[in-house]
């Protein structure tokens, strides 16, 4: 059983910098593609990144390449989303997801519907 728990959100000025936490207790968390997106009020779930099930590959939204880095921790079942330079655009609740277990990394990586399963979101708010 997959289930995936946010921390690491909060209030921060613009400009300034987050990172966000996905614990997984589940035992299959080395074999999937795993996934950060972001919902602003009003507005659809929109892709962030996502890492391949080794860390080999990572991809990003245009809108945050060179800003935000994604990255796993196998062993501790953790993925992470360093977030630096935020906008107060980029006020959102965060969410990760879980693809299914080996699914290929290369196909629909930004599609929600790739993704099985989702933590319930932190809350990042960047202040101007």
């Known amino acids: 059983q997959v289930q995936l728990v946010e921390s690491g959100g909060g209030l921060v000025q613009t400009g300034g910098s987050l990172r966000l936490s996905c614990a997984d207790s589940?035992?299959?968390?080395?074999?999937?593609?795993m996934g950060w997106f972001r919902q602003a009020p009003g507005k659809e779930r929109g892709f962030v990144a996502a890492i391949t099930r080794r860390g080999s590959t990572t991809y990003y939204a245009d809108s945050v390449k060179g800003r935000f880095t994604i990255s796993r921790d196998n062993a501790k079942n953790t993925v992470y989303l360093q977030m630096n330079n935020l906008e107060p655009e980029e006020t959102a609740v965060y969410y990760c997801?879980?693809?299914?277990?080996?699914?290929?990394?290369?196909?629909?990586?930004?599609?929600?519907?790739?993704?099985?399963?989702w933590g319930q979101g932190t809350q990042v708010t960047v202040s101007s």
């Open positions: 997801a879980a693809a299914p277990e080996y699914y290929p990394g290369t196909r629909n990586y930004a599609q929600r519907g790739t993704y099985d399963y």
């Open positions: 589940g035992r299959t968390f080395s074999s999937r593609l």
